[in-house]
């Protein structure tokens, strides 16, 4: 099991994991559940999207303009329709932020 770590000079600054944005996609999108090591933001520019909580335990429609933000650690899933935009960034603090851990994003330690 390979774990990569990312180590700054300002540990309390929050650093960007990871960004990227969909932009009228031909097809609906769903991601397995999965989660992060720190924050995820996503925002729906325009369209409708649904995220889906830890086990089902609640599934909340979100629309254009809308911000969802899951917290660390806490396990969902996102859906998305076609012609959906949204845009999505994690970020992490501390000493050490984990990249990468068991050769996958957001793996269970």
């Not at 944005?21 to 609906?28: F, R």
Request: glycine share 10%.
């Amino acid at each position: 099991m390979s774990t990569f770590f990312t180590q700054g000079r300002h540990l309390g600054f929050p650093r960007l994991t990871h960004f990227a944005c969909y932009k009228s996609a031909p097809s609906p999108m769903r991601t397995p559940p999965h989660f992060h090591f720190g924050y995820e933001f996503i925002y729906v520019e325009k369209g409708n999207a649904q995220a889906i909580l830890a086990d089902g335990a609640a599934t909340v429609a979100v629309r254009a303009r809308d911000l969802v933000v899951f917290a660390p650690r806490y396990e969902h899933q996102f859906t998305r329709q076609a012609q959906n935009a949204h845009y999505w960034l994690g970020i992490q603090t501390g000493e050490r932020v984990v990249e990468v851990e068991g050769g996958s994003a957001g793996a269970v330690p």
